[in-house]
């Protein structure tokens, strides 16, 4: 499977924007970027995904480089709310796709 | 839309006894998924099911885990005889398809503790 590397933690302050990176140099064709994030004593938590072009939604916007070999997660008001740790994983659509996860990277919203 | 629903919440047991977890997917979901998550790491991968079939088992201690699911809806995963290590929170995953484009809705899983 490939591999991405995130920071293993990111601050950021209430209200401001949050740009959260992920590398992914060994990314395949038919890898899909996905990000899910896990809130203190919950499961993990879909956020957004891609394959190619940018992607929005209610939660947050994905970034994808024209390469592909990074992403950028964008939210875009951090509330306290949003503490949790990010995780960035790619799903090769040739075969099951199989959700891996690494060690992600734990965000710290401060008031 | 209703959630994945795990029980128990809690679990605490003595090393050597044996436990189960009971999941119940989205309504609709055809792939149903089983992760162990030790304190401090990212959840890790035990098990996929397509309907009531296994598709990966690869990471699955199967000297003492096991899961089934009946009828491609519930699933079970069982440890017998459970170990300290076995101490962690277990998660249960489903999608509407096992693809890379569908989303995974995960549950609030079981924390057991082995002493």
């Known amino acids: 499977d490939a591999k991405t590397t995130q920071p293993n933690s990111m601050e950021s302050n209430e209200e401001e924007p949050v740009h959260l990176p992920c590398n992914h140099s060994t990314i395949s064709g038919t890898d899909y970027i996905h990000w899910y994030r896990q809130l203190p004593s919950q499961g993990p938590e879909y956020v957004i995904h891609?394959?190619?072009s940018n992607v929005n939604n209610r939660m947050a916007s994905l970034a994808i480089a024209e390469d592909r070999k990074s992403s950028t997660l964008i939210l875009h008001r951090a509330t306290l709310r949003d503490a949790a740790v990010y995780y960035c994983?790619?799903?090769?659509?040739?075969?099951?796709?199989?959700?891996?996860f690494g060690q992600g990277t734990t965000l710290q919203v401060k008031p | 839309e209703a959630g994945v629903a795990q029980s128990p919440r809690y679990k605490i047991i003595e090393k050597r006894q044996s436990v189960a977890f009971w999941c119940n997917p989205i309504?609709?979901?055809?792939?149903l998924y089983w992760y162990q998550q030790i304190l401090g790491q990212g959840p890790k991968l035990l098990i996929q099911?397509?309907?009531?079939?296994?598709?990966?088992d690869s990471q699955l201690p199967k000297d003492r885990f096991s899961a089934e699911r009946l009828k491609g809806v519930d699933s079970t995963l069982k440890i017998q005889p459970a170990k300290l290590e076995d101490s962690a929170v277990y998660l249960c995953?489903?999608?509407?398809?096992?693809?890379?484009?569908?989303?995974?809705?995960f549950g609030s899983g079981t924390r057991l503790t082995v002493v």
């Open positions: 994983i790619l799903r090769d659509q040739r075969n099951t796709g199989k959700l891996i």
């Open positions: 995953a489903s999608s509407l398809e096992a693809g890379p484009n569908y989303g995974y809705t």
């Open positions: 891609g394959l190619t």
């Open positions: 309504s609709g979901h055809a792939t």
């Open positions: 099911f397509q309907n009531n079939g296994v598709v990966d």
